[in-house]
């Protein structure tokens, strides 16, 4: 399999967007946060978009945003935590696109959002994990869908990277060009 595109899935504080910008630089590749293409194109915060708009309006921004994320090769592209967890997500890639689901729990994710300070507007719940574990376990089967998993607890974003790039040769993927 050729591979011009990465796509890395999974749930909230999963560090999709860190290695995601530390794969992309080790493939020499350009790197796309499709949240902050969302915000980049509303000039709004994902945060600010689900009060203002609700959650069903920033699905829609989500999905045209990764749409066109889609369109780039030679790119990484760091999906938001609710982008696969729908119907046909990862089925309908491009072909020569790698899906990466990188995993953890819901005790690590609610740890590293917290640390991280970005506001998470699905897990200003008054239990956080409980919401998270919630979401987790209704989303699991969908993420699970992805071509590799790859875990993340206790690792750190140099590990995991050099984690998905050994991936990459043990499977022979051919990194195609932009
Ligand atoms: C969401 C995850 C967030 C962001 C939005 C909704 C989700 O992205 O898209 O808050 O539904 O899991 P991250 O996974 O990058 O935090």
């Known amino acids: 399999m050729s591979v011009r595109r990465v796509v890395l899935i999974g749930f909230m ?25 969302v915000e980049e194109r509303t ?7 689900f009060r203002l708009e609700g959650e069903a ?5 989500e999905a045209e945003a990764a749409t ?6 030679g790119v990484v592209v760091a999906m ?14 491009p072909e020569d696109t790698l899906s990466i689901w990188l ?6 994710a609610v740890r590293r959002t917290k640390r991280d300070g970005a506001t998470r507007p ?22 699970d869908r992805a071509d590799v998993g790859v875990d993340t607890e206790g690792r750190s974003v140099d ?8 991936i990459l040769h043990e499977y022979e993927f051919e990194i195609g060009a932009e």
């Open 13 to 37: 504080g999963a560090g999709k967007t860190a290695v995601g910008r530390s794969l992309a630089r080790r493939l020499n590749w350009d790197f796309v946060d499709v949240d902050d293409l």
């Open 43 to 49: 000039g709004r915060s994902i945060a600010e978009i």
């Open 57 to 61: 309006a920033f699905r829609l921004k």
């Open 68 to 73: 066109d994320a889609l369109l780039r090769a």
């Open 80 to 93: 938001g935590g609710g982008w696969a967890a729908e119907a046909g997500r990862l089925e309908d890639l």
């Open 103 to 108: 995993r953890v729990s819901p005790e690590e």
């Open 122 to 143: 699905l897990l200003q719940a008054p239990d956080p994990l409980g919401r998270a574990a919630e979401l987790l376990s209704s989303r699991s089967a969908f993420y």
């Open 159 to 166: 590990d995991v990277t050099t984690r998905i790039l050994e």
